[in-house]
């Protein structure tokens, strides 16, 4: 549905990057007239896909929605917040410095919320800020039950480990990652990749299925 849309905008961008650089007079105000449009477009789309996404996931934890009765729907007041929401749409949007700040909001009202400190730990990391993540990561450790969280966390861990060089500390966390939830596929391809010495490694994406 939103394929041609999306050309004709690429198409535009594509125009702009290419001749912009080298253009002047009325050339150069009519490809920035055409680049404050795309601007305008991209926030507007933005904005109507987060309120969509919200829409949804109110939807979705009710149970009553198609795929309600695939998984139990978890308890968790700060999934309600408006911050939450709009935090876990920025996130999918990989916008992770808004969805940093909107997940500060979800810590500081919950501060033992371990999906919440989890998605603000990941925000660190998607932003190399790796030092800010990995003592939040670890407070989800110490009180966290879940085995999907702390796999998503000890994979993250192991990655941060192997950009630092550490690999053999890093196999140590993805082989953990693997023990706490077999059925994610990232541990045990970023294992393969530290073992090989090449390769890129995943993490995070995971989180958004989560709940």
């Known amino acids: 549905m939103f394929q ?5 905008m690429s198409g535009m961008l594509d125009e702009i990057i290419h ?5 002047s007079g009325p050339a150069r105000q009519e490809l920035a007239a055409k ?6 477009m991209s926030d507007g789309i933005i904005e109507e896909w987060l309120s969509f996404e919200e829409k949804l996931g109110h939807f979705r934890q009710t149970g009553a929605s198609p795929d309600g009765g695939a998984l139990p729907v978890p308890e968790l007041p700060e999934m309600d917040a408006e911050a939450f929401v709009k935090g876990q749409g920025y996130y999918k949007l990989m916008m992770f410095t ?3 700040t909107q997940f500060k909001q979800v810590v ?10 989890t998605y603000l730990a990941m925000c660190y990391l998607h932003l190399n800020e790796s030092e800010q993540a990995v003592p939040h990561f670890w407070r989800v450790l110490e009180t966290c039950d879940s085995k999907r969280i702390r796999s998503i966390i000890y994979n993250a861990l192991g ?5 630092n060089g ?10 953990l990652a693997h023990y706490h939830d077999p059925s994610l596929r990232e541990p045990l391809a970023n294992l393969e990749s530290c073992m090989r010495s090449s390769g890129k490694l ?7 299925s989560l709940l």
Do not use: N
């Open 166 to 175: 550490v690999r053999l500390k890093a196999k140590e966390y993805f082989k």
């Open 4 to 8: 041609h849309m999306f050309a004709e």
């Open 108 to 117: 500081e009202q919950y501060p033992d919320s371990a999906v919440g400190r």
């Open 159 to 163: 990655c941060i480990e192997a950009q």
């Open 98 to 100: 808004q969805a940093l």
């Open 19 to 23: 001749y912009y650089p080298g253009a």
């Open 35 to 40: 680049w404050q449009l795309l601007k305008t």
């Open 202 to 208: 995943h993490y995070g994406s995971e989180l958004t």
